[in-house]
């Protein structure tokens, strides 16, 4: 039976790389019929995080890549946290002496590899050889009774029976050791396939120090778990027909190792944000509401979008202390939606607000984290640059007041506000202004939203409701003839001049 595993360390955030390879491994056993094993490799006590195993157990459930056996599940060949196989690494490590194999020395065990040539057919890469000259003789068991990283992974992959070892391209140089570690245990080493690491954008190993390294932030950024699969499945992998939206279903009927390339592959965010984006565009209204909803009432949600910096992370535990180490360098990509930033705190978005807004901002939607700057002007009536007012129509002061009169008459005397009404609206404005569309309905969308790029006009007026869009007319009036909130403002000034009201989305 094909048996494959993942055996990250638990010493801080669940790391995209182990999501990665993780994937890789679930889809590659699942194919196949195989198990899919999570072992701890918790040896190095001095950075072991107890609370990480939880944040990975999570992470993977999250995106669907549940272990078949794991110190949580159990298993035949458990336990499954090395810390709890001492005894066995020890005895292995005795019977090797005894058996001439190894050799005790300072208190410590080691192995001398003896083989002219330590190689095999690496599923990914082909042929990989080392030479016994570049090798030396190495500890497997320290004088603290322990084992080193190689010698455990070693024994541990022999007594699971693991058939297959697919792991990232920075273990190739640990498997010569480990396939000598095999030979002196008399045991068949299973088949290895090395991955390539995934790469920042300048090509550099992905780093937690530059780089958001933590399943937690992208998550937290509102990126579905279903996108993160298919932008995981193309790093280093091609879908046989050059798709690149594809299920966890598709990725495991469709993925062979023969097609990765061994060449790294580029983290690339914008990719990503496309992929997530196709996926938000592809649900329903209905449901999308309610993912925002969960989004936004999660509890955890509020702890991450407090981050500015990495120093924002409490620090009173472990955990808190390995975040604070995972996430550093990433705050440039962190969404800034605090509610200390903004009075229109997230805890205030009701449901008919989403479900109003869902569908006029839906495919501008890149990750669920921007949902409140989006519509961010439905709830919080916006700053108004004079400037950019005028500059629509680039038409004197007293020319541009006197149309805002006749905007906001129009709009005053309409009956129902409705989408219909308000383009007939519109319309009959065109010819009362002589303005040209662009002209005309910049001006007003910049008057209401303060922004020149929004969804469908009419809509966004139909949403904030009459009483709204005629207050705010009203408001851009005024600061068109410098008389903002009582202070006189002079042309040219682009300064922040409306104070932030709250407000109630009214039909």
Request: proline residues 5%; aromatic residues 10%; hydrophobic residues 40%.
């Amino acid at each position: 039976m094909v048996r494959v595993r993942v055996s990250p360390s638990p010493t801080g955030m669940a790391h995209i790389g182990t999501a990665y390879i993780s994937l890789f491994n679930f889809a590659f056993a699942r194919k196949r019929g195989g198990k899919f094993i999570l072992r701890l490799e918790d040896t190095d006590r001095e950075r072991h995080v107890a609370e990480a195993e939880e944040v990975l157990y999570q992470a993977l459930s999250w995106l669907g890549l549940e272990p078949d056996e794991s110190p949580v599940k159990g298993g035949d060949f458990g336990p499954y946290r090395q810390s709890e196989r001492l005894e066995l690494y020890q005895d292995t490590a005795r019977k090797l002496v005894s058996a001439g194999k190894a050799r005790e020395k300072d208190g410590a065990v080691w192995i001398e590899p003896t083989e002219e040539i330590y190689g095999w057919d690496d599923m990914v890469r082909g042929r990989i050889e080392f030479k016994r000259e570049n090798l030396k003789e190495w500890i497997i068991l320290r004088s603290s009774g322990w084992p080193t990283y190689n010698f455990a992974a070693a024994v541990d992959d022999a007594e699971m029976k693991i058939s297959h070892v697919i792991r990232g391209e920075d273990h190739i140089s640990n498997t010569p050791l480990q396939l000598s570690a095999y030979r002196a245990m008399g045991v068949e080493p299973p088949m290895f396939g090395h991955l390539p690491l995934l790469r920042g954008k300048d090509h550099s190993k992905l780093s937690k120090r530059k780089d958001p390294v933590s399943l937690d932030w992208y998550r937290e950024q509102g990126y579905l778990a279903e996108a993160m699969i298919n932008f995981l499945g193309l790093q280093g992998w091609s879908h046989p027909l050059e798709k690149d939206i594809f299920s966890l279903e598709e990725f495991i009927k469709e993925m062979s190792l023969e097609r990765v390339k061994t060449s790294a592959p580029v983290f690339d965010f914008k990719k990503l944000d496309w992929i997530n984006g196709q996926y938000i565009q592809k649900m329903k209204d209905e449901d999308l509401v309610d993912l925002l909803r969960n989004f936004w009432d999660d509890p955890r949600r509020h702890f991450f979008n407090a981050l500015g910096s990495e120093s924002s992370l409490p620090s009173s535990s472990p955990l808190g202390q390995s975040k604070n180490k995972v996430l550093h360098g990433s705050s440039s990509r962190v969404s800034k939606m605090s509610p200390s930033d903004h009075p229109d705190s997230v805890h205030l978005f009701d449901k008919d607000l989403i479900v109003k807004t869902v569908p006029l901002v839906k495919e501008r939607i890149k990750k669920l984290s921007e949902f409140p700057e989006l519509v961010s002007y439905f709830r919080v009536r916006p700053t108004v640059d004079r400037d950019l007012v005028l500059k629509q129509s680039n038409l004197e002061v007293s020319v541009v007041k006197k149309i805002f009169e006749q905007i906001i008459s129009a709009y005053e005397n309409l009956g129902n506000w409705d989408v219909q009404n308000l383009e007939k609206a519109g319309h009959e404005l065109l010819n009362i202004t002589k303005l040209s569309p662009k002209e005309l309905f910049m001006t007003i969308r910049v008057a209401i939203s303060g922004r020149t790029a929004t969804p469908p006009l009419v809509e966004t007026m139909a949403v904030l409701g009459k009483k709204e869009v005629v207050a705010r007319l009203k408001a851009a009036d005024r600061i068109v003839g410098g008389e903002a909130y009582g202070g006189f403002i002079g042309r040219g000034v682009k300064k922040k001049l409306c104070s932030y009201f709250i407000l109630s989305v009214s039909g």
